[in-house]
């Protein structure tokens, strides 16, 4: 797999599959990117588990907080480090060593490790670097073009017109979800 570039179809399929969410490096402070990744996540169906050995046991958006991976009592579908390169590789390796593997390992921004990638790859799992599952289920979904920004997504559809009072989202099929 390239890594420079991920076609959006590959992209679009691994967040498709994912049901169960590992957020290696999740924050309690609330102006912190993965807190706000993990509430998006959450916003989204997703089942999220954060792992941070510091806050182990406590509870963020009001999900419990574990100190490793093994702690997790059921199997995540993917493990998102919100870590910085270097440790990327210790943590793919206690991905590895579960007993039920993830099926993906998503590095987020900034996040890139050659060497984990190639480890996972090697033992049969997708992997992600340096992009964020919030920004690309946003783009993907052309809910992020609300807000002005590119997306390069190119439709003849009219975007959805908000309706006031009303909390409204697109899924990744470009099907609405929300409204009346």
Not at 153 to 173: D, E, H, V, Y
Request: glycine letters at 8%; charged letters at 25%; proline letters at 6%.
């Amino acid at each position: 797999m390239n890594h420079d570039s991920y076609p959006d179809a590959h992209i679009r399929a691994i967040l498709g599959e994912v049901k169960v969410v590992a957020m290696v490096g999740a924050s309690a402070n609330a102006v912190r990117p993965s807190y706000f990744v993990l509430k998006y996540l959450l916003d989204r169906g997703y089942r999220v588990h954060p792992v941070n050995p510091g806050l182990a046991g406590q509870e963020i958006l009001g999900c419990r907080v574990y100190g490793r991976l093994a702690d997790i009592p059921e199997p995540v579908d993917m493990v998102d480090i919100f870590r910085n390169s270097e440790a990327a590789g210790a943590i793919v390796d206690e991905a590895l060593a579960l007993p039920v593997r993830p099926k993906v390992v998503w590095m987020q921004l900034s996040v890139r490790n050659d060497e984990a990638a190639a480890k996972a790859e090697a033992a049969g799992l997708k992997v992600v670097m340096d992009r964020c599952p919030k920004i690309e289920l946003g783009r993907l979904s052309s809910e992020i073009s609300w807000m002005g920004v590119n997306s390069r997504t190119i439709s003849s559809k009219r975007a959805p017109q908000l309706k006031s009072g009303k909390f409204q989202k697109l899924g990744l099929r470009q099907t609405f979800q929300g409204g009346d």
